[in-house]
């Protein structure tokens, strides 16, 4: 039978699981599989595992659970082991990784920021500021038939628009990474340019959470900040 995997936590982790149960339907038993030094929280792994809301919740409930009584290893939703066997492989093979991982974020918990800015707005900046950009934007509407104006308009937008995302993505990370232990960078989506999650202190949350708050009201109106959390600490695994 393949084993789920929910959470690694140390040896000495409390493990009140009392009423907890696992993904699948019905839903699965929770078990441990122990080292000497570390605990792997498992369950036999359902066939035919999808991400619907009822297992993602049952999954994020265990780990929620562990991590309200110490630090704790999330796994992503769905990571299946061969048996129980392999996991105990895992954990003696990556004892000294894992250890170090939970030290890290002990006390801690996950926020993810996402910062997207109004394109038009965006635009409109760069046609103001960029005296290249104006002069082949006045070309381009003189000649419409100017094909390479065209291009190089567009090729120098675009490199504006980047340059432009770029600055205020480190600008806004600078700002805030003092207020939490890490930062992880995640690849930006289609409509946010900054992308990315910070590991905080719970006692300091509501001080990150103030900043994070003071830094879009540092900026204008077309700047949206979208802040979620506390998260079991994913990114930083």
């Not at 104006?149 to 806004?172: C, F, M, P, W």
Request: proline share 5%; glycine share 6%; aromatic share 6%.
């Amino acid at each position: 039978m393949a084993t789920y995997l929910y959470a690694i936590t140390g040896a000495e982790h409390p493990l009140q699981l009392s009423g907890v149960t696992g993904v699948g339907d019905p839903a699965a038993r929770l078990r441990t599989v122990k080292t000497k030094d570390l605990c792997a929280v498992v369950s036999d792994a359902p066939d035919g595992l999808r991400a619907k809301r009822r297992d993602v919740a049952a999954h994020q409930s265990v780990q929620e659970r562990l991590l309200a009584d110490g630090a704790a290893l999330p796994m992503r939703f769905g990571l299946v082991g061969p048996d129980d066997a392999q996991v105990v492989s895992a954990l003696e093979e990556h004892r000294d990784t894992y250890t170090q991982r939970l030290k890290e974020i002990d006390g801690c918990r996950e926020y993810h920021l996402k910062v997207a800015r109004d394109v038009d707005d965006l635009l409109r900046e760069i046609v103001r500021e960029s005296a290249e950009v104006q002069q082949l934007n006045d070309r381009t509407r003189q000649n419409p038939d100017a094909y390479d104006a065209k291009v190089a308009l567009g090729e120098l937008i675009s490199q504006e628009v980047e340059a432009r995302h770029d600055r205020a993505r480190t600008d806004i990370v600078a700002r805030l990474a003092p207020a939490a232990v890490r930062t992880a960078n995640i690849e930006p989506t289609k409509r946010h340019f900054l992308n990315v999650s910070f590991l905080v202190e719970q006692e300091k949350a509501a001080a990150f959470s103030e900043a994070v708050h003071a830094e879009a009201g540092r900026r204008t109106d077309a700047y949206a900040f979208s802040l979620h959390g506390p998260l079991p600490p994913y990114s930083f695994v």
